[in-house]
């Protein structure tokens, strides 16, 4: 469940692109979406820091990326996030996305920033052992991870009551996702467990598997699965195990000849189907976004990397 690519050699160019982003301005060029569905832009992207503590030995920073406005027009097809930027007029969905062994929400950056570029507020902690250099790593803190990813969502709940703080009524929080790579997809599929509440609506799983234990259960949430089929942390068996779990509607993305996470690089082969392919799941789940059903099945396709398999109804 170690993040190979994004935790070694990679990290100080993914770091490099996280913190360059805090001082850009905008957003990309959007797509048309079918009236009632999901947003008709791009957003320029804020980030936010929350410095939480969830009390003795748990301090639970969550990096925030969310849409905001902007009156710059977009440079690029990247959106750079702008720190604390205020945040676009609306409700938006949010994301909670968990991080694997040895690697640090912002090394997401360029995968979260493009969600939040579509409409999302996207949230993600970083679990007191098992980050990058945690000062007491332990693996088996898994276990505690979805907790900690509830105690989270709490808390935005809160913010989202409070006047006068940034997000205060921008969360729309009965419509509610999960996601996660490595370690961080364990957390998001240990959230899925019988009696999960029914904001809890859809979960991504990339490079992952189920969390020893659990079982999938409680109101209906749609699955999704991404995973190298030449993973060696986590192989691509655990994978098809935890989808197999799942008793809703559910996919799984077989990406051809790769590893455990190289695909959420920008410019690696896979890093933009990824992008598109997790980007209209969240459109279809969390606005119901009539479109966006058809177009992730287009893509994931039409990509020549993958095979997709479909049990999405």
């Known amino acids: 469940m170690r993040v190979h690519p994004l935790a070694a050699a990679l990290t100080a160019l993914l770091l490099s692109i996280a913190l360059t982003a805090c001082g850009g301005a905008a957003a990309a060029p959007g797509t048309s979406r079918a009236p009632g569905g999901a947003p008709d832009r791009t ?3 804020g980030i936010r820091t929350l410095m939480l503590d969830r009390g003795h030995e748990r301090p639970l920073p969550v990096t925030v990326w969310y849409p ?16 604390n930027a205020e945040m676009a007029a609306g409700r938006f969905p949010v994301v909670l996305f968990s991080h ?13 920033s493009r969600w939040a570029a579509a409409g999302f507020v996207v949230a993600a902690p970083a679990y007191p052992h098992t980050k990058w250099r945690a000062p007491r790593f332990d693996r088996a ?6 907790g900690d990813a509830r105690w989270v969502l709490e808390h935005l709940r809160r913010l989202d009551r409070r006047v006068g703080d940034r997000f205060a009524g921008h969360l729309a929080l009965d419509r509610v996702g ?27 799983v990339i490079s992952g598997g189920g969390m020893a234990g659990a079982t999938y259960g409680g109101p209906a949430a749609p699955q999704l699965f991404l995973h190298g089929d030449a993973d060696r942390i986590v192989p691509l068996a655990r994978g ?10 559910k996919a799984f993305l077989r990406l051809a000849n790769q590893g455990h996470g190289e ?3 920008p410019g690696r082969r896979g890093f933009e189907q990824v992008v598109a392919v997790t980007t209209e799941f969240l459109r279809w789940t969390l606005y119901a976004d009539p479109a966006a059903l058809s177009a992730l099945r287009a893509t994931a396709r039409s990509s020549g990397i993958a095979e997709f398999t479909d049990q999405l109804g």
């Open 263 to 265: 695909f959420l690089t």
């Open 240 to 249: 098809w195990a935890a989808y197999r779990q799942v008793p809703w509607p």
């Open 141 to 146: 803190d898994v276990r505690r991870q979805p």
């Open 178 to 204: 999960a996601a996660g790579h490595s370690a961080g997809g364990y957390t998001t599929a240990g959230l899925f467990t019988p009696g999960h509440p029914a904001w809890l609506r859809a979960g991504i």
């Open 43 to 45: 957003y320029a992207v």
């Open 68 to 83: 905001a406005r902007s009156a710059t027009p977009p440079p690029s097809a990247t959106p750079m996030p702008v720190r």
């Open 100 to 112: 694997g062994l040895h690697s640090l929400p912002e090394l997401h950056t360029p995968l979260t």
